[in-house]
T-cell receptor
């Protein structure tokens, strides 16, 4: 089954404790991105990747890092999480940068206390 | 600046009645418009898109959307609502900066559709 998977689905952590949210797709997609969803703000892009080893900032990259060492994986790294990073995070992928349909993962709900 | 507005936080409709979820946009150039649906505890699912051509676009689950260039709107519609349509609906436009090369979607704030039996 074609899908985007994220782990963990739920995470509660404390300020400053480094964490990684994994994202993996099995569709051989070139393009991947991360969004965060906050009430009243919709989804905002954090980082995106056009292909392996090619990443760039989205609208809200502060406090986040990403890497794209393999085509299928695009982990989101929070080096020192803060409470304002409490949010619902979605990973998305598409077959190419110019592909119109994007596939979203199930989401990761992160709480930073 | 490019943006998408969904003026209603929530839309209530009785099962069997037609539904409309509103969306207006502001972009430079030709808009590439999308509707996504989010069911509880699930990721976003693609419903339909408008790129060019016919102003009435048909999508999944019986939904359709009407592109209106003069009103800069892209309202989502369904002739007969089902209780199972209850979900959070997002309108989005593709960011036209850099020729669309970032493939970034600019989302509205979402509209919660509640269909009563």
């Amino acid at each position: 089954e074609a899908q985007v998977t994220q782990n963990p689905r739920y995470l509660i952590t404390v300020t400053g404790k480094k964490l990684t949210v994994t994202c993996s797709q099995n569709m051989n997609h070139e393009y991947m991105s991360w969004y965060r969803q906050d009430p009243g703000l919709g989804l905002r892009q954090i980082y995106y990747s056009m292909n392996v080893e090619v990443t760039d900032k989205g609208d809200v990259p502060e406090g986040y890092k990403v890497s794209r060492k393999e085509k299928r994986n695009f982990p989101l790294i929070l080096e020192s999480p803060s409470p304002n990073q409490t949010s619902l995070y979605f990973c998305a992928s598409s077959s190419s940068t110019y592909s119109y349909e994007q596939y979203f993962g199930p989401g990761t709900r992160l709480t930073v206390t | 600046a490019q943006s998408v507005a969904q003026p209603e936080d929530q839309v209530n409709v009785a099962e069997g009645n037609p539904l409309t979820v509103k969306c207006t946009y502001s972009v430079s150039g030709n808009p590439y418009l999308f509707w996504y649906v989010q069911y509880p505890n699930r990721g976003l699912q693609f419903l339909l898109k408008y790129i060019t051509g016919d102003n009435l676009v048909k999508g999944s689950y019986g939904f359709e959307a009407e592109f209106n260039k003069s009103q800069t709107s892209f309202h989502l519609k369904k002739p007969s609502a089902l209780v199972s349509d209850s979900a959070l609906y997002f309108c989005a436009v593709r960011d036209a900066n850099y020729g669309g090369a970032t493939n970034k979607l600019i989302f509205g704030t979402g509209t919660l559709l509640a269909v009563q039996p």
